[in-house]
């Protein structure tokens, strides 16, 4: 008991000394879960976060623009990739956690349950979306767990240029006909109160946020990275010309912040527990992929398993 208390202790003063916690070393069972947890809802958000934006990669109005979307789809598979690496360091197979999200046992993030129903969403998604993942995922490159950390420098990196091409696409159509300027005022209407939901509850109704904290897997409460998010955003909606769908929105002197309005958490809980506009359709894409992947997956195993004859071979 003694010995699992100084471990315990040992852990907490790594952390509180900003010592980045690694694969091998002791770590509380709980620390390893809500890594596990959070990581692998992160993974399985950046590759169901594919499939809203996949959806235009053979509509997109020019060849630049076309480029621009598949790197950026791609980019999201690569972080996939990395977290689903960064969680399987922790002791888990790929297998199980494929088949939590493929189960429905899995979260993802709630915004990718919501259409992209013209070219202005890609924009918004873009802006608003990777907006959003960065002010959430910055800190965590300074998370105590060492893979997760350093998997989020290049995430990061590659999620401003997300920003940028989403904020390019939405300056070009403001700046364009008034039918295009209309697409993406409508666009910022249906996506922005999503995007403050992505930081998940208010902090009162976050169960985790008080721990993860402590453990410094969270840097900063869900809700003041909400604000600090609608800080940054409004003065480049303003820039744009279009307008926040938010009536209570108003700068606040007092704070130096925004104001807003309250959030719909019925609107926010129904979609993380299934029931929202593309939850279903989401998930059996993802579900069908995976199935069509089982040859590539079989075919790898049998070279790799030749490999290993061939290697033994020669060898002998
Ligand atoms: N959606 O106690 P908390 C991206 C759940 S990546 C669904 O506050 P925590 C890139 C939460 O899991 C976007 N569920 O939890 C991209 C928990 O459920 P559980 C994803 C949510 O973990 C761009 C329960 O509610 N980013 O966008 C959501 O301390 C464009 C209680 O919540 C990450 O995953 C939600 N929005 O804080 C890709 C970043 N919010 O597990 C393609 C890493 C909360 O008890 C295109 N994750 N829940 O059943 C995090 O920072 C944290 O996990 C939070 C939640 C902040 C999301």
């Avoid at 998997?151 to 070009?172: D, N, P």
């Amino acid at each position: 008991m003694n010995n699992i208390t100084s471990l315990e202790l040992n852990f907490q003063s790594a952390i509180d000394k900003d010592e980045k916690i690694e694969a091998r070393d002791w770590m509380p069972d709980a620390y390893r879960k809500t890594l596990i947890r959070q990581i692998s809802q992160h993974a399985h958000s950046e590759i169901v976060g594919m499939l809203p934006e996949g959806n235009w990669i053979t509509r997109a109005p020019s060849l630049r623009r076309k480029l621009a979307l598949l790197a950026k789809v791609q980019d999201e598979a690569g972080h996939g990739l990395y977290l689903y690496s960064a969680a399987e360091t922790l002791g888990i197979s790929r297998d199980e956690l494929l088949d939590q999200l493929h189960s429905g046992k899995a979260k993802y993030s709630s915004i990718f349950n919501y259409p992209t129903l013209t070219w202005a969403d890609i924009g918004a998604v873009g802006w608003l979306v990777d907006g959003a993942a960065i002010m959430n995922q910055v800190p965590l490159c300074r998370c105590s767990y060492g893979p997760y950390a350093r998997a989020m420098v290049r995430v990061c990196k590659e999620e401003s240029f997300h920003q940028r091409q989403g904020y390019e696409i939405l300056l070009t159509l403001c700046n364009g006909t008034p039918e295009q300027k209309e697409m993406a005022q409508d666009a910022l209407n249906r996506w922005w109160w999503p995007s403050l939901m992505m930081f998940g509850p208010s902090d009162g109704d976050s169960p985790h946020s008080a721990q993860s904290m402590t453990w410094k897997i969270k840097r900063f409460s869900n809700d003041e990275l909400r604000q600090r998010f609608v800080d940054m955003t409004i003065p480049q909606a303003e820039i744009l010309g279009i307008t926040v769908p938010d009536p209570l929105l108003k700068w606040n002197d007092k704070t130096g912040h925004y104001d807003f309005g309250t959030i719909n958490w019925d609107d926010f809980w129904n979609v993380v527990n299934g029931n929202g506009p593309c939850n279903k359709e989401r998930l059996a894409a993802r579900v069908k992929a995976h199935e069509n992947g089982s040859w590539v997956r079989e075919a790898a195993t049998a070279y790799a398993e030749k490999h290993k004859n061939q290697v033994k071979v020669s060898v002998a």
